[in-house]
């Protein structure tokens, strides 16, 4: 058997548009008994644009060349499939196409973010607000988690609200945008419980999905005569509102969004037949008293 060599990166020195820096990147793929080793190594600063590309090119082989095909027919002959080699020529796509390409603008983000955008979507894999609002490298900054629910300031912390802080309060996002999309797993979970009253459950889904029982019930109410798919329809957009309410349980995002700073904004991608709906929280229309919520919205507009 092969020996297999430690993957390892050694830590750049200096920036982007200072001094040289030089990032060694050492990967091994084992093929049966036989080791492929890729070097790729990235000097000079962006001012050296073109002089990268060509180091780049030199010593990564198939980037530039174009030896996917006998990679492919290598892995044809084995009798398998590498879903690793196929990231891999994604990525070394991305790095000719994108990365070398724009090289100033990675340059910056290298030292420092300012998205303009917080965007708060679903963990499904279908759903990829970067390929379908065609959000580049630091225009946004993400969570994903199951169903695009926010929870409300009172629950305590968790990943999406410990983002929230980050965003609202250092990077002073100017809008908050939660998707919503058809056929989510996450919604119908919520929508089949017979009891959305909370109570114990070993289940990490059910206990995470019940940030969302407000929105259920408003279904319920509203579209009771509706079928069972149609009412999971129906929560998948209210519950898209109702975590637009529970951002302004948050004390520092109220705040923002009193003094005109930050936006509120609701999104439905329906990936059935490709059309998204877009529309902002309208604050001094909202209205929330204990359990009674008014939600109202403006600028609505349809894609498709």
Request: charged share 20%; proline share 4%; hydrophobic share 35%.
């Amino acid at each position: 058997m092969a020996n297999l060599a430690p993957t390892f990166v050694s830590p750049p020195s200096g920036s982007c548009g200072g001094s040289l820096r030089t990032s060694r990147i050492s990967a091994i793929k084992l093929q049966g008994r036989e080791t492929e080793q890729t070097h790729l190594n990235l000097g000079s600063s962006y001012r050296k644009k073109q002089g990268l590309r060509s180091n780049a090119s030199k010593e990564t082989p198939g980037l530039m060349q174009g030896n996917r095909t006998d990679e492919y027919k290598t892995a044809e002959q084995t009798g398998g499939y590498d879903s690793f080699n196929e990231m891999k020529q994604r990525f070394l796509t991305f790095k000719e196409k994108k990365y070398l390409e724009n090289l100033e603008l990675y340059c910056r983000l290298a030292e420092s973010q300012a998205p303009e955008f917080m965007v708060i979507a679903c963990a499904d894999s279908r759903v990829c607000p970067s390929v379908i609002l065609g959000l580049e490298p630091g225009e946004a900054f993400m969570v994903r988690n199951v169903a695009n629910l926010v929870p409300p300031y009172e629950s305590g912390p968790s990943e999406t609200n410990a983002a929230l802080e980050f965003a609202v309060n250092s990077l002073k996002v100017k809008n908050i945008l939660v998707i919503g999309h058809s056929c989510c797993g996450g919604i119908r979970a919520l929508m089949s419980m017979e009891n959305a009253d909370g109570d114990n459950s070993s289940s990490f889904i059910r206990n995470w999905v019940i940030v969302g029982k407000n929105a259920r019930l408003s279904t319920k109410e509203a579209a009771s005569h509706l079928s069972f798919d149609q009412q999971c329809r129906h929560c998948e957009k209210e519950s898209v509102n109702h975590s637009l309410l529970n951002l302004l349980t948050y004390p520092w995002i109220e705040e923002q969004v009193m003094r005109g700073n930050l936006s509120l904004h609701g999104g439905y991608y329906d990936f059935v037949d490709c059309t998204f709906e877009k529309w902002t929280l309208d604050y001094y229309k909202t209205i929330s008293r204990g359990n009674e919520d008014v939600i109202a919205v403006k600028g609505r507009s349809f894609w498709s």
